[in-house]
């Protein structure tokens, strides 16, 4: 895991990326513009504009917001996404946590 002092938000979706690197359930893909990493075809996490960017549950989303740890993902004015977050490279830990909450969820509602 990198160093938190130095470490910056390539270096922390790396981190990231390569937990889910070769799970047969979870691979990476194009999407938001960036590498994006799926689970059962769908995303569940990228790097966007050098913040995490997730689809978690709407509850959980507005948990994050309020506390000031994330930020509702839009695509435009007016367009806020209620199931995705963004949220600033504050630690990987804390990524790698945030990831595996988005991967479970996004599994849960293709089953």
Do not use: C, H
Not at 27 to 50: C, D, E, Y
């Amino acid at each position: 895991m990198p160093k938190q002092a130095n470490a910056s938000a390539e270096d922390f979706y790396r981190a990231v990326a390569a937990r889910y690197a070769g799970k047969s359930d979870a691979g990476r893909s194009k999407g938001f513009g960036s590498n994006a990493l799926k689970v059962n075809g769908k995303i569940f996490a990228s790097l966007t504009k050098g913040r995490l960017l997730l689809k978690l549950p709407e509850a959980r989303v507005d948990v994050l917001v309020k506390s000031k740890k994330g930020t509702r993902f839009s695509t435009g004015a007016g367009r806020a996404k209620k199931e995705w977050v963004t949220v600033g490279p504050n630690s990987a830990r804390e990524w790698l946590a945030l990831a595996e909450e988005a991967r479970a969820y996004v599994s849960a509602l293709a089953g």
